[in-house]
């Protein structure tokens, strides 16, 4: 499409002017945006209470509007992380390796800009501001795609944003919106090596999948997260209701909710009825295998798609277990790569969990919800890489960077 072409020509070349900016410069002009974005508080909360209201009206799911709705809090919660990401330490030009060669010739390898970045997203404005944030910081220009849910949010930030940039003297084509919300769109982005360097997918797996089959632009798929707790035979049961109950219930539209559980048979006689008592207080539904109905026959029955689902809404899957090779080869089958924990008091159990789970982020003893740029003291995230090459885990400033080799010589050449 001309018009996604036509944004992604105005981010190359605001790209070019970004990766010449000092770290003061940028951090003037964050520190700037944080506070457009309470500055037009009015202007964006209102064009969010449409888009909220809109989707009320659709049936939108509970958890979804959550993850939709803004407010003056949530708000000034965006614009403290433009602030955050103003504080942290600027990779660009950190030298990662130095090296002098038997030939004298002097390699350096440093870290840059990435140059365009591609965001395709869902329904989170806040992810919006998060995204410019770190995009700016590192130097890169970015192009974001949000869904059609949280357009007129998405609107309002964004010239929110763009009004400090002119405020600043900087292209305010470092942060564009794809206000056409055509799904053509989508499809264009996927297809315009030419001018982004790489593509990020930040929503459930029918997006993200698309994404990653389809995209000839370099993507790092941040996944969608069928995060499980293990309760190992040896767990603590007021430690692990608490855990359980913060990871499922704190927010359900979030990607590091728990949304199955592993139960050690040695406990499930015990520790289900203080669970299901625990969960059914926040409305939570469980869907159980056969053993652990037969101890909570209130529960529901469990099918294989089960626990392999993100529910993002109030339901859990419970699976019973052995032992814990065989919570970790259940979780392993189902798990999306995202965040994993134990809750135990076995020293070689908790070990060999972290060791033989496959996952971004794997816990002994705490909630997934933990895994987020913020809690792990990177400032804000992009997302939440569950792949292995490039990033993984919460994608913070580093994550947004590559790296070039800079040689220095004195009139060497090779024989």
Known sequence: MEYVKQLGMQAKEASRKLGKLGIKEKNEALEKAAKALLTHADVILAANAEDVKKAKDNQMKESLVDRLTLTKERLEGMADGLRQVASLNDPIGEMVSMVKRPNGLQILEKRVPLGVVGMIYESRPNVTADAFGLCFKTGNAVILRGGSDSIKSNIAIVAALQSALVECGIPKEAVQLVEDTNRQTVVA??????????????????????????????????????????????????????????????????????????????????????????????????????????????????????????????????????????????????????????????????????DEIDAAAVYVNASTRFTDGNEFGLGAEIGISTQKLHARGPMGLKALTTTKFVIFGDGQIRK
Request: charged content about 25%; overall charge negative.
């Open 189 to 354: 982005m996927m297809k315009m090596n030419e001018y982004l360097d790489v593509l990020i997918p930040r929503g459930g797996a029918g997006l993200i999948k698309t994404v990653v089959e389809n995209s000839t632009v370099p993507v790092i798929e941040t996944g969608t997260g069928n995060c499980h707790i293990y309760v190992d035979e040896s767990a603590d049961f007021v430690m692990a209701l608490d855990i359980i109950e913060n990871a499922k219930t704190q927010r359900l539209g979030v990607c590091n909710a728990c949304e199955s559980l592993v139960i050690h048979e040695a406990v499930k006689k015990e520790f289900l009825p203080l669970l299901y008592e625990r969960l059914a207080a926040k409305q939570v539904v469980m869907r159980a295998d056969e053993e652990a109905r037969a101890v909570c026959p209130m529960m529901e029955e469990a099918t294989e798609e089960d626990f392999g689902c993100e529910y993002l809404d109030r339901l859990i899957s419970v699976k019973t277990v052995k032992n814990i090779d065989e919570a970790i080869s259940h979780i392993n089958h189902y798990n999306t790569g995202h965040s994993e924990s134990i809750i135990t008091k076995d020293y070689h159990n908790a070990m060999k969990f972290l």
